[in-house]
């Protein structure tokens, strides 16, 4: 069963702060971010705020909420509105339990075209909402996927293409980009956005760093032997302790000891209580040779989800607004 669009779910970050950068961000936190409401990522601009300009950061997550383990594969990224207001929002992307003080990623954005762009053209200009802020993020840069676009991500009349940029000038009124192959269709200035895009290979609950303290014991994690859960998979290092030849219990560094004890005779499914489904299953079948006590298996998973951090610029002396937003794409393929 292929992935829908209902398993799509955007998710806060479990801590959110605009003065401790070490206290906003982390790991993912299972409320749902709901389209359209307000206030719904970035709290109101006050007055003050507007007067003296401000940057804020937000961290969200986009969990591939799937109760089919199958990954989202050749996911793209991208911004495909901009902000009616005089503020603009870029993006980057971060790891499953980075901080504000800790992002190391690079921002994409958004502009539209300065001039007209006509089929057969392998290079145009961009207007950022705010070039001299653009040129010092550089969210546009070489080797990177472009959208170009006159239509939404969701379909409807218009055209829409994906290039791969070459070189990237900036300049005080616009970005001259140079990409190929050459634009197949023409695209005004009215409707069309162009956006640089963030691309992932692969989106599924992760298993790594797997390994194995026994002197006869051995473990076979493929085949489905060893899963993280697309649903309830967290980021976490995990130890599995025998306190038998064939008991063991489970702790992991963030959850603690896990109530539930396991056994080589049965498949274990321990719960995320945050979701009702396993953090990961671990089969039977995956166990051979012999175990002793004290003998231990450690590993670690990660979310089936991508870590966004989200960036706001208020530029000094903006005006009020009623009805900000910005709005994120994602596309990808499954099976």
């Known amino acids: 069963m292929p992935i829908h669009e209902s398993d799509i779910v955007w998710r806060p970050a479990s801590l959110v702060s605009d003065t401790l950068a070490t ?5 993912m936190a299972y409320a749902t971010i709901v389209s359209g409401v307000k206030n719904n990522l970035f709290g109101d ?3 003050a705020e507007r007067a003296a300009g401000s940057v804020r950061r937000r961290k969200a997550f986009i969990h591939i909420n799937s109760s089919q383990d199958i990954a989202l594969m050749s ?3 991208f911004l495909d ?4 207001a005089a503020d603009y929002v870029t993006f980057s992307v971060g790891t499953p339990t980075d901080t504000e003080d800790q992002i190391a990623g690079r921002d994409y954005g958004i502009g539209t075209l300065y001039a007209p762009a006509a089929a057969g053209d392998s290079q145009i200009q961009v207007v950022c909402e705010h070039n001299g802020d653009y040129a010092t993020l550089q969210p546009f840069q070489a080797d990177d996927t472009l959208r170009v676009a006159d239509r939404a991500v969701t379909g409807g009349s218009g055209n829409e293409e994906f290039v791969a940029i070459l070189a990237v000038t900036y300049g005080p009124d616009y970005a001259t980009i140079e990409f190929e192959p050459a634009l197949a269709f023409a695209y005004g200035t009215a409707n069309t956005l162009v956006s640089s895009v963030c691309e992932i290979a692969e989106v599924a609950g992760g298993l790594s760093n797997i390994a194995i303290t026994s002197a006869a014991g051995t473990l076979t994690t493929t085949g489905g032997n060893l899963t993280a859960h697309n649903r309830g998979a967290i980021a976490e290092q995990w130890t599995i302790t025998f306190t038998s ?3 063991f219990t ?11 004890a396991g056994s080589r005779s049965a498949d274990y499914s321990p719960l995320n209580p945050a979701t009702g489904t396993a953090y990961f299953t671990l089969k039977s079948a995956a166990f051979g040779g012999t175990w ?14 991508i870590p966004v951090w989200y960036r706001r610029r208020v530029p000094a002396g903006s005006g009020n607004f009623a009805n900000d937003f910005c709005s994120l794409a994602i596309v990808g393929e499954s099976a």
Do not use: I, W, Y
């Open 75 to 77: 996911a793209r990224l």
């Open 45 to 47: 601009v006050s007055q």
């Open 250 to 260: 489970v702790a992991g560094v963030v959850t603690g000891a896990l109530a539930t």
């Open 292 to 305: 002793a006590a004290d003998d231990t298996v450690s590993f670690e998973t990660a979310p089936a989800a």
């Open 23 to 27: 206290q906003n961000g982390g790991r």
């Open 245 to 247: 030849p064939t008991a």
């Open 81 to 84: 509105a901009l902000t009616p």
